[in-house]
């Protein structure tokens, strides 16, 4: 069926490295794909996305990676700071409908150190 | 612009008791979505609506109950609340058309049924 799911559940950091955020999907036809950060205690906020006709996509100190041949997305923050500190969920849009659902996965807690 | 705002922020019931968690946004969506987030885990769709007086179940509809009779609002209903039902509730809208399937979310509303 379909999933997206995280290969770690927690990772951390130190302050100024560069963060790697892994998340795998199983539906073939998403074509779209979303990054959220959520801190504790608020609602996830957007952070950068990708369409299936792209392989990487830039963001301020935020690239998203799609491999598409073996279904698997990354996030990778560069130069980690505390502020990053919080869940990040990746979201797939499932089969590709018109009503702008998403998938989510179970998130991961990225903590950094200072 | 407000965004998403969801009423009440925190919410205590007992068994039983009924309620309605209000979502109103103000960027004109179309789409509009609630969720439910259990501790450590991603989001779970429970109702969508892709415009007004349309309305879909999503992944846990069980025990829930929305209606959209304008764009800006989609209360969510709880009838006979249960313990299975403690949970954080998310609101987000969405557009319907173009490249991105971004949704917006509110702050959340945490509810404790005992």
């Known amino acids: 069926g379909e999933s997206v799911g995280l290969h770690l559940p927690t990772l951390s950091v130190q302050e100024g490295d560069n963060s790697i955020i892994n998340c795998a999907y199983s539906n073939s036809a998403s074509d779209y794909f979303i990054w959220y950060k959520q801190e504790s205690g608020k609602g996830p906020q957007f952070i950068i996305d990708i369409r299936s006709n792209m392989d990487k996509r830039q963001g301020q100190r935020v690239t998203v990676l799609l491999n598409k041949t073996v279904k698997h997305l990354s996030l990778q923050i560069a130069a980690t700071q505390p502020g990053d500190s919080a869940v990040y969920f990746c979201a797939e849009n499932g089969n590709g409908g018109s009503q702008g659902n998403l998938i989510f996965g179970k998130g991961t807690k990225l903590s950094v150190k200072p | 612009n407000a965004g998403v705002t969801q009423t009440p922020k925190f919410r205590i019931l007992k068994i039983g008791q009924s309620m309605t968690l209000q979502c109103t946004q103000d960027?004109?969506?179309?789409?509009m979505y609630w969720y439910r987030q259990d501790p450590g885990m991603g989001l779970k769709l429970i109702y969508y609506s892709v415009g007004a007086g349309i309305t879909d179940k999503g992944e846990v509809p069980n025990g829930y109950n929305v209606s959209r009779s304008t764009t800006e609002d989609f209360p969510l209903r709880l009838e006979l609340a249960a313990p299975s039902q403690t949970s954080v509730y998310f609101c987000a809208s969405s557009y319907s058309t173009g490249s991105t399937y971004e949704q917006y979310f509110g702050p959340g509303t945490r509810l404790t049924v005992t």
């Open positions: 960027m004109n969506h179309n789409y």
